[in-house]
């Protein structure tokens, strides 16, 4: 397909700083109509930023915006609706106890005081039908897979009458069926002359789905071209600004001496079980890598495992020590290590500096001890030590960790974590939301400490990272494991249909 020489949009020269911070750095690109258009780049290129002000969310400091070869002042979201502006964000805003039809008008419903229950669901009825949705008007969020709750989203965008859809990181949770469905009904809207921009790190999709992306790095559009021209090789080397280093494969290691064991574990929920008889082990030099939609037990899992959830019945047993009868300050102390799921709420805490998020659990040993207080110069010397050990940027361990964008947060979670004679090491979604630059040091860290002899058991949602990294692969589906596979054996279309019961046991 050939890309429209007109512009629906585009920006000239926008800036927008956060104190000292330049999040966009005169950022000059257009976007064709009825097109899919990709934005791309590092954690931190700016790329939510300029969206954000696309949608009202945010105004520039200096620079504009043309919409149909008009300049355009977006002061809020509302404006951005009424120009037919529409943003579906990274984390739905959908209220859980809600049915879809109400969570679609919510903000948009009519001025009279009763609601014509009829004539919405009529007019939603017939968005479906249009655009090949699935999603049933009448059932409350909660009970939707996630597939469907992001079917919800754009209806809402649909309902308002958005002629531009942006689309943030919209695949992060989704299987891959989920991912070619929501791709289908993107290139149904395209054809619909909606236009879409998607945000993404996930370079396959942009390859294999967009008409044309923008490469965003430190703040500014670098160049804006056909995808067609682009290989996934070109087009992180743009991103990153130089050539990707290969990761150094390690083969799996022959040790059959299990630092995990879990056996028979059992918990139950207020409505039911919430894992049943999950058994299996990691071995000393292995990674085990766990697949499954989120909301299929992997929460409890990581509570159970890291001791966090001691309500369980059968057992968990690291470095023949028992879960149970070790306190999770003595498990650190053992080698035992955790990467939490959510790096904001569970793993860092944000007005802390560098120095004193990195020595988090770490602050009774003697090392960065002078007599019973902490040595303010053994705790920056051992914070300069990982900070250059995995090139955690800015430099400085006086810095609130809030300054750092989420890439480098999540590398110094990872060095505060895995390099203090690690022996297991429990990781949740160690790359999510994170740059391809980040994810390919943090992946190769896994493999060192791998050929180490550390066993790592990886919890994600990223297939592609489940096959890149595990020797073992298993799936974990309404709480229960339905699959092993070796990695050698599997791929991410039968993991899929494994992950959302479609295979057969």
């Not at 890309?3 to 700083?17: D, Q, W």
């Amino acid at each position: 397909m050939s890309i429209s020489p007109s512009p629906l949009f585009s920006f000239n020269e926008v800036t927008k700083t956060f104190g000292n911070v330049i999040a966009n750095h005169q950022v000059t690109f257009s976007v064709a109509e009825g097109t899919i258009h990709g934005i791309v780049g590092e954690n931190g290129a700016g790329k939510s930023t300029i969206m954000k002000i696309l949608y009202g969310m945010f105004e520039p400091d200096s620079g504009s915006i043309s919409l149909r070869g008009n300049l355009t002042r977006i002061r809020t979201p509302q404006e951005a609706i009424a120009l037919g502006i529409g943003m579906v964000h990274q984390h739905f805003m959908l209220v859980p106890t809600l049915t879809v039809w109400e969570n679609i008008i919510l903000g948009q419903e009519p001025t009279c005081w009763l609601l014509n229950e009829s004539s919405i669901l009529s007019e939603l009825e017939s968005l479906k039908k249009e655009f090949g949705f699935q999603v049933e008007l009448k059932k409350p969020i909660e009970s939707l897979p996630v597939g469907h709750q992001q079917q919800v989203e754009l209806l809402k965008l649909l309902y308002r009458r958005a002629n531009v859809l942006i689309l943030d990181e919209p695949t992060a949770v989704l299987t891959p069926q989920e991912v070619d469905s929501l791709f289908e009904k993107l290139k149904t809207l395209k054809k619909a002359n909606k236009t879409i921009i998607v945000i993404t790190h996930k370079l396959k999709e942009i390859l294999q789905f967009t008409d044309s992306v923008t490469i965003m790095r430190q703040g500014q559009a670098l160049e804006t071209c056909p995808t067609q021209e682009l290989t996934e090789e070109s087009l992180a080397e743009k991103m990153i600004g130089r050539k990707r280093i290969p990761l150094n494969i390690i083969n799996p290691s022959l040790s059959q001496e299990p630092i995990l064991q879990v056996s028979s574990l059992c918990l139950q929920g207020t409505r039911g079980p919430r894992l049943q008889q999950v058994s299996f082990n990691v071995n000393c030099g292995e990674i085990v890598g766990i697949a499954g939609i989120e909301g299929n037990g992997q929460h409890e899992l990581i509570e159970c495992i890291a001791g966090i959830q001691r309500n369980f019945s059968g057992s968990v047993i690291f470095d023949k020590s028992d879960i149970k009868e070790i306190s999770p300050y003595e498990l650190k102390q053992k080698g035992f290590s955790v990467i939490p799921p959510d790096r904001h709420r569970e793993a860092v805490v944000l007005p802390f500096s560098l120095s004193e998020n990195l020595i988090l659990g770490h602050h009774r040993e003697r090392q960065i001890r002078a007599g019973t207080f902490l040595s303010q110069n053994k705790v920056r010397a051992l914070a300069l030590e990982k900070i250059h050990n995995f090139d955690i940027r800015p430099d400085d361990p006086a810095l609130a960790i809030s300054a750092l964008s989420g890439g480098n947060q999540q590398k110094l979670v990872v060095a505060r974590e895995s390099e203090r004679n690690t022996k297991f090491l429990l990781a949740a979604h160690p790359t999510r939301g994170i740059d391809i630059g980040a994810i390919d040091f943090i992946h190769q860290h896994f493999l060192d400490l791998k050929s180490d002899g550390t066993g790592i058991l990886l919890l994600s949602s990223e297939l592609e990272e489940i096959l890149k990294l595990s020797d073992r692969i298993l799936v974990l589906f309404q709480g229960q494991i339905v699959a092993q596979l070796y990695k050698q054996d599997a791929n991410e279309k039968e993991l899929g249909l494994w992950m959302t019961g479609g295979a057969a046991p």
